[in-house]
């Protein structure tokens, strides 16, 4: 994973021993985000809903194009994200 993954990534996960494994091998912090009430957050800034969100996002995104090619989906999520930034089409040919 070290070349996809930086050293310095934050792993939230439910806790699952796959994932315990996952971080210790791979030198990554990890933090358990639970799905009960009092547990949802982690070290006060952790917690799945950034990350259910960004996918419902990306869900919406993609559900107009009926299904992406895996071939493209480096170019669907920089669009997301520059979407997701705010920019728009005229700002980004402009930079370009």
Known sequence: MRPLVPSDSV???DGANG???LA???GIEH???GSK???R???GCYHIQNVNSLHARCNRFIKPFCGSASKNLNGYIRWLEVRLAGMRPA???RAS
């Open 11 to 13: 792993l939230r996960s």
């Open 19 to 21: 994932y315990k494994n």
């Open 24 to 26: 210790a091998a791979s």
């Open 41 to 43: 957050v982690a070290s």
């Open 31 to 33: 933090f358990v985000v």
């Open 37 to 39: 009430a009092g547990t």
């Open 91 to 93: 700002e980004i040919v």
